[in-house]
């Protein structure tokens, strides 16, 4: 008994927090949201960040998307002084030596139309050069950077057709056609602009809940594959739906080989937008159980990932939310049904007082099972005024997957923050994935993992006749199972690259079902490596 | 009613034709609603009958109809003086000084004309708690679910409250019952830090207090830390073994935390206690459903809907079950259920809406 007690004191004085949290040198970025006396609803929602190689250096950059200067109040038309360097968005190169350079003028990044609240950031090579090409959300007009191969971007927005309009939030590129093109899916918040904002709470002056602006549709672009887009919104079913929408995140969870979209609304009943396979979408979310909470209520969606939890081979999905309302954790039972098994997971004491925004499941132990790091803090920048049980300030969650159930552990997070955006990768591409999380009015958060020695193996897909990043392949590694995205989380995209922990295992089974349709297996795969891996050219 | 009455008494008085006649045009201008008239005929029938009690009484009547009520009391006074018996006098006169603040000289006359309600408001205004909480009872025994006499009685009982928390307050600040009342008060107020300390202060005097437990668990349970509040709920299930809400808060929070099997057997303790509580039942059902135990759970479901029939609860019930029938295939119940559940969400967003 006493031994046991001893034990369990010596291991929590020694257990060490996650990640170490630093800022590398060469960052100097500040997400400027401009919080002004009218509580215009924009402020409290960006900002983006996007892990990508962008120079195929092998090492990831970071790119952090900014929102902008509001006055206050604001005057039409609306100017957010985009032009201003504090304002803009930055590209960041990484050197050699860890630390990381700003290229955001030498890129073509710089300015971002002085019409334009950030928002979000989505990464994809639409074009299949073999470079990422940049897609950056905004409160206004949205921009297609194409990247040139040569280190820098050209805005193609006007030629390709997918400025959007109105308020634009996350984004994601994914092939839901499996024509070997990625398309790009952009989820739309409400009908609002700064001119019928409104006034919201009583003693204290609020931003005002979701439910008192109007619902707005989402938009479907189709690649074409010449460089231009085709609006397919109407006819793919997806503007059917009008919602509030935050999160998106992508992954195929009926298994029937077309790619599924999971959108997270705000203040209302989520979406689980099913791909019929012949181009066009059912909106499926209530009778698949995945719209609600168990006892019907609405959920506060904000961020949203479609990964697979307890290793069963199915997507599951974690919605992230308000507190009081706890993160939704929704379980793929594999016949077109899902489980909202929140409270099972341990979700419930995780979440219940906490507002969360980015989230992803990765397996930053490599143990073989993915954990979950949640970026958060309340919506309402006075939340303590009202409720002095909740903050405005939290720490990120990180929580360790013990075989399906969440166990909170320290992040190592130095202090308190807005965090909003979250984005996943191997930054200093030790095999142990870092984090990094955007915060209000402040730099970013950059968690990078402590490592061990468990086993991994990362895995980048080289598609021939699926698109070149095989975005949307299920793959399979010693019974894990990721879905190839760099969706997914809130406003962000993450490391195209798929992530797995071996745990003790020296070799792995490494499973793939492209896009296409092509199953390709490697047996004995030496773990500890970085594997590119190309897809046959014919099935 | 006075008027009709008014005419009968007068049929035993002898009045002059002229009085007569200026009688019977204020009462005919009174329902007109031309009460400036009506006053100048009564004016001029207590001119011409200074000892007619009901041309005071009409007088009166006219002004209080203007909310005119400093006008009205001279003539209900006279018609008082005139007539010390006459309780429609007394009740016009108490209203019109109630009406004017005058709580005090309101009460005797309201006490005779027999005015409950208004008797009982003017004894709030006056202090007199526990006289006003008696009269209202009474009045709202004669008109239950009149909103007026509801709210001041819970108004009076409010303040009665608040008076014997003061005097506790007052005479014995750091007893045990005395943290207790500061941390309710907190409590309501949202002040969730202090409503904690004063808690655990009631608690550190008096630790085996009935209640308190229970109440700093609602505090930690509020803030969702499911934790402490699985802590105090457990104590007071231990404290009172027989609490139906200590069981089924306890059972509600270990539910919150996943210890499903922990739960399902506290919340059947609950039902135990207290059958047919719609919220225990609707608790029982969710943990026999994370069970597996989906007979158990359908049957829990049906059971509320029985009970509740169109609540929140009941439509949280046809959620729940349209999930269940789905996962057994059972399409059509499910659809059904759901449709049930889409129905009470209409009804409750319309209601929503008409409040707005």
């Given amino acids: 008994m006493l031994k046991n007690l001893l034990y369990v004191v010596m291991f929590s004085a020694l257990a060490a927090p996650l990640f170490e949290v630093k800022l590398p040198r060469g960052i100097d970025f500040t997400l400027r949201n401009s919080p002004t006396s009218q509580k215009y609803l924009i402020e409290t929602m960006p900002g983006g960040v996007a892990l990508l190689d962008y120079n195929n250096d092998g090492l990831l950059d970071i790119f952090l998307v900014n929102g902008g200067q509001l006055s206050d109040p604001m005057k039409t038309p609306e100017n957010f002084e985009r032009h201003d360097p504090r304002y803009w968005n930055r590209l960041y190169r990484q050197n050699r030596d860890g630390s990381f350079t700003d290229v955001t003028e030498e890129a073509g990044l710089a300015k971002a139309g002085d019409g334009n609240y950030g928002m979000g950031v989505a990464v994809g090579d639409y074009d299949n050069d073999g470079y990422p090409d940049l897609y950056v959300t905004s409160y206004g ?37 499996n024509d070997g093109k990625l398309d790009l899916f952009v989820t739309r918040y409400m009908e609002w602009d700064t001119k019928h904002s409104k006034s919201c709470g009583g003693e204290w002056h609020t931003y005002c809940p979701p439910e008192e602006f109007p619902a707005t549709t989402n938009i479907l672009y189709r690649n074409r594959g010449d460089g231009t887009f085709e609006d397919v919104s109407q006819r793919s079913g997806i503007a059917s739906k009008k919602g509030r929408a935050l999160g998106v995140a992508f992954a195929d969870c009926d298994d029937d080989g077309f790619t599924d979209i999971y959108v997270a609304n705000d203040g209302m009943q989520q979406f689980l937008f099913h791909n019929n396979g012949d181009g066009t979408f059912t909106e499926r979310a209530l009778e698949m159980g995945s719209g609600l909470s168990p006892d019907g209520r609405r959920l506060s969606g904000m961020g949203v990932v479609f990964q697979d939890y307890d290793n069963d081979g199915r997507p599951d999905v974690i919605v992230t939310e308000l507190p009081r309302e706890i993160y939704g954790l929704y379980h793929n039972d594999g016949n077109g049904s899902f489980s909202y098994r929140s409270l099972e997971t341990g979700l419930g004491v995780l979440s219940s007082g906490s507002s969360g925004w980015g989230v992803g499941l990765e397996d930053f132990d490599n143990d073989g099972w993915k954990d979950l790091f949640v970026a958060q803090g309340h919506v309402l920048d006075n939340v303590e005024k009202i409720d002095s049980s909740l903050h405005y300030w939290e720490l990120p969650t990180t929580a360790i997957n013990h075989n399906g159930r969440f166990e909170r552990t320290d992040s190592g997070s130095p202090s308190a923050a807005a965090g909003r955006g979250a984005a996943f990768g191997d930054l200093n591409n030790d095999g142990w994935q870092d984090a990094v999380m955007t915060v209000l009015g402040g730099p970013p958060q950059i968690f990078l993992n402590r490592g061990g020695k468990q086993h991994w193996l990362v895995i980048s897909l080289r598609g021939t006749r699926s698109n070149r990043d095989g975005l949307g392949a299920r793959v399979r590694v010693n019974g894990q199972t990721r879905f190839a995205t760099t969706a997914g989380s809130y406003l962000s995209a993450s490391d195209k690259r798929l992530h797995f922990g071996l745990g003790a295992a020296e070799t792995a089974k490494v499973e793939i079902a492209w896009p296409s349709g092509t199953r390709q297996i490697l047996n004995d795969v030496h773990a500890d490596q970085f594997l590119e891996v190309r897809e046959p050219e014919k099935p | 009613m006075i008027h009709i009455f008014l005419l009968l008494w007068l049929a035993w008085q002898t009045v002059s034709p002229e009085a007569l006649h200026h009688l019977q045009a204020g ?330």
């Fill in chain 1, 141 to 177: 007009k949205n921009i297609l950077y194409h990247n040139n191969g040569n280190g820098s971007f050209t805005d193609v927005t006007a030629k390709a057709g997918v400025g959007g309009g109105g308020w634009s939030v996350s984004a994601g590129f994914f092939d839901y056609d």
């Fill in chain 2, 27 to 356: 009462i005919e201008s009174d329902k007109q609603r031309h009460y400036d008239a009506a006053i100048a005929e009564f004016k001029k029938l207590t001119e011409l009958e200074p000892t007619l009690t009901a041309g005071f009484i009409n007088l009166g009547a006219a002004y209080m109809e203007k909310q005119d009520y400093a006008s009205a009391t001279p003539p209900l006074t006279r018609a008082v003086e005139l007539s010390p018996d006459q309780a429609e006098a007394h009740q016009l006169l108490g209203y019109a000084l109630l009406a004017q603040g005058y709580a005090g000289e309101a009460i005797p006359h309201l006490q005779r004309a027999h005015e409950e309600g208004a008797l009982g408001v003017a004894q709030i205004e006056t202090g007199q708690l526990q006289d006003a909480v008696v009269n209202l009872q009474a009045a709202l025994a004669k008109r239950p679910n009149d909103p007026d006499l509801l709210y001041y009685l819970g108004r009076a009982s409010g303040l009665l409250s608040k008076q014997s928390i003061d005097m506790l307050q007052a005479a014995y600040p750091d007893s045990a019952r005395a943290h207790q009342a500061m941390a309710e008060n907190y409590f309501v107020l949202r002040q969730m830090p202090q409503a904690e300390k004063e808690f655990h202060a009631a608690l550190q005097l008096r630790p085996d207090t009935p209640h308190l437990h229970l109440e700093l668990g609602l505090v930690y349970a509020g803030a969702s830390q499911w934790e402490k509040a699985e802590e105090e709920f457990r104590a007071e299930a231990k404290l009172q073994p027989g609490s139906a809400e200590a069981a089924y808060r306890l059972g509600n929070t270990l539910l919150q935390e996943g210890k499903v099997r922990e739960a399902r057997a506290e919340l059947q303790r609950a039902d135990g206690l207290k059958p047919e509580m719609p919220e225990t039942l609707y608790a029982l059902a969710k943990a026999a459903s994370l069970e597996g135990d989906w007979s158990a759970a359908e049957k829990g479901w049906v059971k509320v809907i029985g009970l509740e029939k169109a609540s929140d609860l009941a439509a949280q019930a046809h959620f729940a079950l349209a999930n269940l029938y789905r996962k057994q295939g059972k399409t059509a119940e499910a659809e059904r259920e759901m449709q049930e559940f889409q129905k009470l969400q209409n009804t409750a967003t319309n209601a929503e809406g008409s409040n707005k």
